[in-house]
């Protein structure tokens, strides 16, 4: 197998086709060449004919159907299958584009998908490894749902021009949904489809509950910590568009959607939201200023925040929720010391186990679909992680000299790696395995990959399907499973 992560190859061997990943020098020189020429830009790494424009805009009203639900906004609507129409017309118009993607080859040139197609297989063999049919054929169809998004993600979005396209309709319906959500948590209007939620938030010392009003949001974002990592995420994008080199004149309109956000994030009360915002700040300052000026922005801005945040800043593992939480680890890490260890006891089936969900994605996923289907979940964020990653060092490496022929999506790379590591620290306190919003943001970062391969100055996949990137794989989901492990014993007392 080709080590596409060695950098460090001799020329000869370099020069050779091959699917590495180009040396630093090399890509200078290419891309410092590549304006004068003017060569066209690869769409994608995928390669192929680019969907018909129709089935992109029928997929970007599949996004906004997601945060603003017509039939809760309209009640006439009620009952109709508006998304599932927008998502199948927009399907059977991508065949072609979807066919090319599920092929082998470019599986291996996209190892993202190759693990989302896995976990649909491990959603299928964790009944069927206990004979439970109705589980498999229940279970697999609900998955697929969530797949189908996902392939006419990477399918449909193959021109960085329809990335952008699709990251502004998500900035912005979501920023309407959670404006929504903040005027009704106010109390200025009151809309009969949002409800927000009063949780218990332990016990004083004269024995009285304590309870904490916490804003919610719509449809499949009603949990309020689910609600906080999109509002992170969102927040994101909103800088993204803010700091667009095009100076629209309608560009401080996301500054008016941040401080909104900001406001719906301190609203939800959740404190694995406030420590999201605290990672995707560090990912973000990272790559531009280094590790020092990472940490020192994240502890001043979480320290600033908790001051605010009340309820958000005082995160306790020995009691409350934190711990509660740590005990529903403990039950899914204890169902693993059995036959279940490599297929798990069954999608969907941890809540009848431990009384509720494990409020921990990967946990869950381990639980549920086992060693197999826990390191397929894993691959997906693995995979999306490395090859960002492999982006920032040779950014890093170039000091200043653009890598790839495209600006634009040279510009989004930080805001890239700050929403995928908000979402997987988000999911350290949410059970998020299964849903369309996770492969939203894997999607995004499959799409991304793609495009980004295409514009380095020798095209080429940024990561790939091997045998040392699958024991790379292994070793890392192993290594989770431990720790957690460790982490639950410590504190579950």
Request: charged share 15%.
């Amino acid at each position: 197998m080709i080590n596409q992560g060695n950098s460090s190859s001799p020329p000869a061997e370099r020069a050779a086709p091959s699917t590495r990943m180009p040396d630093t020098q090399s890509m200078r020189a290419q891309n410092a060449a590549s304006p004068r020429r003017r060569r066209p830009l690869p769409q994608s790494i995928i390669g192929g004919n680019s969907a018909p424009h129709n089935a992109y805009i029928l997929f970007l009203l599949v996004n906004i159907n997601l945060f603003l639900r017509p039939a809760e906004l309209v009640p006439a609507l009620k009952g109709l299958p508006i998304y599932e129409v927008l998502i199948l017309s927009s399907f059977f118009l991508s065949l072609d584009q979807i066919k090319r993607v599920v092929q082998f080859p470019n599986l291996k040139r996209q190892p993202i998908t190759l693990c989302v197609i896995g976990v649909l297989v491990a959603v299928a063999m964790s009944h069927l490894s206990h004979m439970y049919l109705y589980g498999v054929r229940t279970s697999t169809i609900a998955f697929l749902k969530t797949l189908i998004y996902y392939i006419l993600l990477i399918s449909i979005i193959d021109s960085p021009k329809r990335l952008k396209g699709l990251l502004k309709t998500v900035a912005i319906s979501s920023s309407v949904m959670i404006l929504l959500c903040v005027i009704d948590y106010a109390g200025i209007i009151d809309f009969e489809f949002i409800k927000h939620v009063s949780d218990r938030d332990g016990v004083s010392d004269a024995g009285e509950v304590i309870r904490v009003f916490r804003m919610r949001g719509t449809g499949i974002f009603q949990d309020p910590n689910d609600l906080s990592v999109l509002i992170v995420a969102t927040g994101m994008l909103c800088l993204y568009f803010f700091n667009d080199p095009a100076k629209s004149p309608f560009r401080f309109l996301w500054i008016v959607s941040m401080i909104i956000l900001m406001i719906g994030l301190l609203d939800t009360r959740s404190r694995g939201g406030l420590l999201t915002l605290g990672i995707a700040g560090m990912v973000f300052v990272l790559p531009k200023y280094g590790k020092k000026a990472a940490i020192v922005c994240a502890v001043v801005g979480v320290a600033g925040l908790t001051v605010l945040a009340g309820r958000q800043g005082n995160i306790d593992l020995n009691s409350g929720t934190g711990h509660d939480r740590i005990l529903l680890w403990r039950e899914g890490i204890s169902a693993l010391k059995s036959a279940n260890l490599f297929f798990g006891i069954g999608q969907g089936e941890y809540s009848d186990m431990a009384g509720l969900a494990a409020h921990n994605s990967y946990v869950h996923a381990f639980t549920e679909l086992g060693l197999f289907g826990g390191t397929l979940f894993i691959g997906c964020f693995f995979f999306a992680g490395l090859g960002l990653y492999r982006l920032v060092r040779f950014q890093i490496a170039s000091r200043g000299k653009p890598i790839m022929r495209d600006r634009e999506l040279e510009r989004y790379l930080p805001y890239a790696c700050a929403i995928l590591a908000a979402w997987c620290g988000g999911m350290m306190s949410l059970s998020r395995c299964y849903v369309v919003p996770t492969y939203m943001i894997v999607g995004v970062s499959a799409a991304y990959l793609n495009l980004a391969g295409a514009s380095l100055a020798r095209p080429t996949p940024i990561v790939y399907w091997n045998k040392q990137h699958q024991l790379w794989l292994i070793g890392i989901s192993v290594g989770m499973l431990i720790s957690i492990a460790i982490f639950v014993r410590i504190f579950a007392g």
